[in-house]
């Protein structure tokens, strides 16, 4: 299946509209079913704790904060990059009773990576898939700049995910899930698509994640 990139309903529907805040909830439901917060926590746990967490994409965080309540880590600064500023009273909460402190920065992923501080940790839920070639390019080139690393768990682009995709309305999924869910398959990846497209000299691993995502983690050199 070759991928194909078509816009996602959830990314131009305001943030209060109801059917992208019901469509929020359909993904944290996927979220679980498709063990995203295991899979990411599983490989962030392979780095030694980080000062900051930048994760792109990162929604209303509850993907994040399920993950970082995996994790044994304390006094992480948590910083999640979205075009839209959607984490709750609830979340940041969550992250303050695990001691670690939650930070919106609200815009495109393009300048969080820019501006990030070296040494940051970087992971990404269901987010990379909404960008082509040539961007990942660009954006895995500024993050190797000052990253230590990359953790990213995205849509396995393959038969099985796609027939998943298309069982989300038994979830009680909504329109725009059902579209994004299909959609997102469809500009997932397969095989070392991602690890293609990171700079030379980095320590990289890129295979499927059961039941039905795409793990990619990138790793500096020597760390
Ligand atoms: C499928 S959602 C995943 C959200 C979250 N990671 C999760 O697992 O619940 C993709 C997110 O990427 C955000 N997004 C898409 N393109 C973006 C960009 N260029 N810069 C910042 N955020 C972007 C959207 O607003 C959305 O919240």
């Known amino acids: 299946m070759k991928r194909r990139l078509e816009t996602e309903m959830l990314d131009v529907l305001p943030a209060d509209d109801p059917a992208a805040v019901a469509s929020r909830r359909d993904l944290a439901r996927i979220n679980a079913v498709m063990r995203q917060s295991a899979i990411l926590a599983g490989a962030l746990r392979t780095f030694a704790q980080p000062h900051v967490l930048l994760d792109l994409g ?15 880590w304390r006094g992480v600064r948590a910083v999640i990059a979205d075009r ?10 969550g992250f303050a009773a695990l001691g670690w402190d939650c930070v919106v920065r609200q815009g495109d992923v393009f300048d969080a990576a820019a501006t990030m501080e070296w040494g940051t940790l970087v992971s990404a839920n269901l987010f990379l898939h909404h960008l082509d070639d040539a961007a990942l390019k660009r954006l895995f080139a500024l993050l190797a700049e000052k990253a230590i690393g990359l953790v990213a768990c ?58 039905f995502s795409h793990l990619f983690v990138a790793r500096r050199y020597g760390i």
């Not at 839209?84 to 909460?93: H, L, P, Y």
């Open 58 to 72: 990162g929604g209303d965080g509850r993907c994040l904060l399920a993950a970082a309540r995996r994790l044994s």
């Open 84 to 93: 839209q500023d959607i984490v709750s009273a609830k979340t940041r909460t």
């Open 154 to 211: 995205e849509p396995r682009r393959g038969a099985l995910a796609l027939l998943a995709s298309h069982l989300v309305v038994l979830l009680g999924a909504n329109e725009v899930t059902r579209h994004d869910a299909i959609a997102s398959v469809r500009a997932g990846f397969a095989a070392q698509e991602l690890t293609a497209l990171w700079p030379p000299g980095w320590t990289c691993l890129e295979g499927r994640a059961l039941p």
